[in-house]
């Protein structure tokens, strides 16, 4: 674990474990660090002279040569000033190649990965002008989205939402700003029982109850421009983002209907 995060910092296998190794024995030779992990003897000199070069490394000319390691806390804010430096130059570099262009205006997008679908579900909440309608068939995101969705009702924005309570059990404590309904669909008002959006909805839970690889998770529809469906694919979040405005006008009003019958 520690060589992975060493390896997310930068450093390649190699260097995350000669630096380790040479952490724990203090002082020692490249024999004695070679014996030490399982780094090639022949890979343990050029390895050093690169961690020397980047300052990790102390050497002590002599027969044998003799390394210490930089202090651990003064060599991770030499890698965190590296990082960021090289990331404000990576922006400065990037802004300077854009162009003006004439937008095509694709209609659809997906984004991939917790981290990028949660990233592009809080620009779009920090963008909303009047009403985000949301709607929960998981509360796996929701915790994560929580302080974006009280942004929103501090600035206004009114926020609908409901949530398709499949499993019977609400574990998640929901807050007295959020404007959320719970949908029991076992024991439904009779005025929703015929709503297409429902039958469309319980059809959906019934098809991929047994289904494993897709998981359903929350739709998000941003003042009538932007509709985001989130789910699990294979265990990983996917968003699609959508720009169609009559498939986020569709949904406000399937969500509208179910939340004000309720």
Known sequence: MLVEDFKKLGMNRYEAEVYTTLVGLGEATAREISENCSVPRTKVYDTLKKLADKGFVEV???NPTH??????KVAIEKIKSDVLIAARRCVEHLESLKINYR?????IWIVRGEWAVLTKVKKLLSLTKSKAVVEFIRFDLVKKIERELYRCVERGVDIISIYWNFNGELKYRIPKWFNLKVVDPYNLPEALKEDSYVKYRLRVHTRLKR???YEPNAVISIDESYNIKI???AGEFVAVVSTFPMTAIWHHCSVETIWSRM
């Open 67 to 72: 390394y210490r390691a930089t202090d651990p």
């Open 211 to 213: 289904e494993k690889s």
């Open 103 to 107: 937008s095509v205006g694709q209609p």
């Open 60 to 62: 002590q000319p002599g």
């Open 231 to 233: 789910f699990k694919e």
